[in-house]
Nanobody, 123 residues
Framework: QVQLVESGGGLVQAGGSLRLSCAASGRTFSTYNMVWFRQAPGKEREFVAAISWNGGVTQYADFVKGRFTISRDNAKNTVSLQMNSLKPEDTAVYYC????????????????WGQGTQVTVSS
C-alpha cells in the first residue's frame, strides 16, 4: 500500500507559522486526492483541508480559511500544509490521508494514512 510520512510539526507560539509536509512512497502519488485531518486530545478527528489529484480543487474547513494553505508537488510526491496565524486551538496531531473520492474529500477519508505529526501552539 501507499506509505505516507508527515513532518514539520513542533511547538510554536500563537500567531506563528508552521509548514507541514507529507511524503508519499510509490510512483502513483499524482493520481491520489490528498486530505489533511487533525485530532486534538479528547476530540474527534476533524477535516482540515483537501486538494484534488491535479491541484485544481481545494477545500478548507471554516476554522482555517484565510490562515492555512494546502498545496502539492506531484514531481516530489509531496503535499504540504502552510499554517499561518496559528492559534492554541490548532493544537492537535495532524494526519495526511490519500485515496479519497473527489466528491467526498471532507467527509470520507481514503484508505491510506500517515502516522501523524504533533502541532502545539502556545499562548
Amino acid at each position: 500500500q501507499v506509505q505516507l510520512v508527515e513532518s514539520g510539526g513542533g511547538l510554536v507560539q500563537a500567531g506563528g507559522s508552521l509548514r507541514l509536509s507529507c511524503a508519499a512512497s510509490g510512483r502513483t502519488f499524482s493520481t491520489y486526492n490528498m486530505v489533511w485531518f487533525r485530532q486534538a486530545p479528547g476530540k474527534e478527528r476533524e477535516f482540515v483541508a483537501a486538494i484534488s489529484w491535479n491541484g485544481g480543487v481545494t477545500q478548507y474547513a471554516d476554522f482555517v480559511k484565510g490562515r492555512f494553505t494546502i498545496s502539492r508537488d506531484n514531481a516530489k510526491n509531496t503535499v504540504s500544509l502552510q499554517m499561518n496565524s496559528l492559534k492554541p486551538e490548532d493544537t492537535a496531531v495532524y494526519y495526511c490521508n490519500s485515496g479519497a473520492a473527489l466528491g467526498r474529500l471532507a467527509t470520507t477519508p481514503g484508505p491510506y494514512w500517515g502516522q501523524g505529526t504533533q502541532v502545539t501552539v502556545s499562548s
